[in-house]
């Protein structure tokens, strides 16, 4: 992920890692990403939206995390 920008707000998240856990999470709007595609043709492209929403899910995941890493340490014990 090249860049994080926009917008915060607020969704509530869900991950089949961790099934009937939902909570809000709150991320940033747009993401810039620059991948290879099956053919190894580079790309840099913008998500906005859910897509971006998504695409830092399941980045995270990538990077050792879950959703409910972001909460407050209050809500996690809840």
């Not at 999470?25 to 790309?43: A, P």
Request: proline fraction near 3%; glycine fraction near 6%.
């Amino acid at each position: 992920m090249l860049e994080e920008s926009g917008k915060e707000w607020s969704f509530n998240e869900g991950c089949l890692s961790i099934p009937d856990i939902r909570e809000d999470v709150t991320r940033l709007s747009t993401v810039k990403l620059s991948y290879y595609d099956e053919n190894w043709k580079h790309h840099e492209e913008t998500f906005s939206g859910l897509a971006a929403r998504v695409i830092q899910h399941e980045y995270d995941h990538i990077e050792g995390k879950l959703f409910t890493d972001k909460l407050s340490p209050l809500r996690k014990r809840l």
